[in-house]
């Protein structure tokens, strides 16, 4: 019996902790459910009634897009140089905004220099042999002429003739040789330039050039903000002759587009839907 009068208080401990923590539960999920929950009480808020005039405004959330967008990059593979501008950053036409290494282009386009100075020279000297040849050829064509005749009339031997034709001959094929040497020059000269050209585009290629203006989006972003509407309108009448002769253009300079900025002088009415009963009517055929 005493050892059952000592655990009846425990028992009667436990249970009212019990009780007590559950009645805690119980009044939070009360208190969320009315003061938070779906049987929390509607939040209402009143303005007091003023007359304003209503001002039509349109607001919307999209992406901006570029009408017309470069793709620049080197015409070889390499390594970057120098980057001089940020993403997002404005840039003019002209600017410079990246520099791949060059590697060996200087001493390339150097060389080739060299090279085209020493075909000019070629050049040169192969002309003066043409006229030095001509000349020659014109000499002994008119020594053979003058022995023709005089073999002719019998005032000196077969044997002369044939030597004066020899000349002639001879004469003949170094001016040839010389035109032909000419040629050669003239070929050289042709594909150095062709190697300098293909050199130094490849060299202009490595500094990656802004080819127009990138400020359209924020002059339109700047007219949005004080309150106008812009609009960007471009085609194929940009690029047509007359326009960039009645605008001055140069062969370098081209339009891009047409900014227009502006605001509405008064509001437009909002036009009826027509009802489609005043332009149609059911047929019914005659029974």
């Not at 050829?137 to 019998?154: G, I, K, P, T, Y």
């Not at 001055?248 to 009415?269: T, Y």
Request: net charge positive; with cysteine.
């Amino acid at each position: 019996m005493k050892d059952e009068m000592k655990q009846f208080p425990a028992l009667s401990l436990n249970r009212l902790l019990l009780a007590i923590v559950g009645l805690i539960v119980t009044a939070v999920l009360v208190f969320v459910a009315f003061r938070m929950g779906p049987l929390a009480p509607v939040k209402v808020t009143t303005l007091k009634v003023e007359n304003k005039v209503l001002v039509r405004s349109i607001f919307g959330v999209g992406t901006v897009e570029a009408q017309q967008s470069w793709l620049l990059g080197p015409l070889a593979a390499g390594r970057v140089l120098h980057v001089h501008v940020e993403v997002g950053q404005q840039v003019k036409a002209g600017q410079l905004l990246a520099e791949m290494e060059p590697l060996d282009l200087d001493q390339r386009l150097k060389a080739q220099e060299a090279s085209w100075v020493k075909a000019n020279s070629l050049q040169n000297s192969a002309k003066a042999q043409v006229e030095d040849a001509r000349s020659r050829l014109d000499v002994a064509s008119a020594n053979w002429l003058r022995q023709n005749e005089l073999a002719r009339q019998n005032f000196i031997s077969m044997a002369a003739l044939e030597s004066r034709e020899q000349e002639r001959v001879s004469a003949a094929t170094a001016y040839q040789i010389a035109q032909a040497n000419l040629n050669a020059a003239n070929q050289d000269i042709h594909r150095i330039q062709a190697d300098k050209l293909a050199a130094s585009v490849l060299r202009q290629s490595m500094r990656l050039v802004a080819p127009a203006g990138c400020a359209v989006q924020n002059v339109l972003s700047c007219a949005t903000a004080m309150g106008f509407g812009s609009a960007v309108t471009s085609g194929k009448a940009l690029k047509s002759d007359s326009f960039r002769r009645g605008l001055g253009l140069g062969h370098q300079a081209h339009a891009i587009c047409f900014i227009s900025v502006g605001s509405f002088n008064c509001i437009q009415p909002i036009k009826v839907r027509p009802v489609s009963d005043d332009f149609f009517s059911t047929w019914v055929p005659n029974s």
